[in-house]
């Protein structure tokens, strides 16, 4: 069925808005819906395309998840799917290894635009990476605001409040949850609202925006404002086949865009945290502050465990160890950027 409802999809698409002569268009799909502040930098992009090509280069959006799958979307681009699409690497269960381990090197890196600037390096010297990401035309790299922990209905004020509590976490903070007597769990962030509702989740670890964004001031009543280390990872990209099919002109275009859509998702992730702070003060979610000693408690367990999972990665034939400490060594003091490329970095 799905071949079926995708046909009718794109022809009633067409149907409604055609083509116009000498127009390439290229159809984006995102599992998020056109008001969420992902969907709202999407759109910046959609715009600048348009007129950067003087309307020769046309994106259309297919929101809400209609096309590509949270979990599979690398795949479904690679075959065509999707011209572009939002990517997860991070969720995926295979084939992307370090580029989903990678995302818990990013210890004191705090700024978005530096957290993006350390993908880059990290991606830049690593053969593996590139590998991981074979087929793909990578439009856009993504950073976002530090996670705290949201909880449903138990405040969390030290970290022995997590004991017993199964809280959804990304998976490169697996075991640290796990260390602090948590029960980890790992889903796309679209199931998180149903399965906190219901009670099956106790918690999160998510920014702040998602009180607004993903409506979870509703079904969560405390946040708590622990610094929890948030990586980079490419997030938006395009089939490399139907790249090599468009015209130089439309790949410079695109090229161009990539900046655009990373500002464009800044700015967005920002803004989405102050008016996601508003929404959860007006929720009446109450908010907890860890002391310093807790924080650097978590630090400490955070870097011991990237460490033990950069190692583990030489199970497949990937030096993840070699990445990790290129990545430490990248970070400044202050959280600036200071590029070691990964050495002699094997692919698997």
Known sequence: MRPIALLLLLFCAACVRPIPPGTTQLVYATPYGPGHPFSRADQ???????????????????????????????????????????????????????????????????????????????????PQIRQELHGLKVLAVQGGGLPGIITRDRPVRRLADLRGMRIR????????????????????????????????????????????????????????????????????????????????????VLEEGIAIWEAALAREIRAATDQGLEAAAAGGVATHDLPQTEQSRFDALYLRDAAANAAALARYGIDGTGVFRAARASVAEDGQINCRSVPNAPAA
């Open 44 to 126: 910046a992009w959609m715009d600048f395309v348009r007129q950067r090509s003087g309307g020769s280069l046309d994106v259309r959006p297919v929101w809400s998840g209609a096309l590509l799958s949270a979990d599979q979307s690398m795949i479904e681009l690679r075959h065509g799917v999707a011209d572009v699409g939002l990517i997860t690497p991070i969720y995926v269960r295979g084939g992307a290894h370090l580029v989903r381990v990678q995302s818990g090197f990013y210890s004191g890196v705090e700024e978005i635009e530096h957290q993006v600037a350390l993908y880059r390096c990290l991606a830049a010297g690593s």
């Open 169 to 252: 976490v990304p998976t490169e903070l697996t075991s640290v949850f796990r260390h602090l007597g948590a029960d980890p769990v790992n889903m796309p962030m679209g199931e998180v609202y149903s399965q906190l509702a219901k009670g099956v989740l106790d918690g999160v670890v998510a920014p702040p925006d998602t009180f607004q964004a993903l409506h979870f001031a509703e079904v969560a009543k405390h946040f708590t404002s622990l610094k929890v280390p948030r990586g980079a990872y490419p997030a938006r990209a395009m089939s490399l086949e139907r790249w090599d099919r468009l015209s130089p002109e439309h790949q410079r």
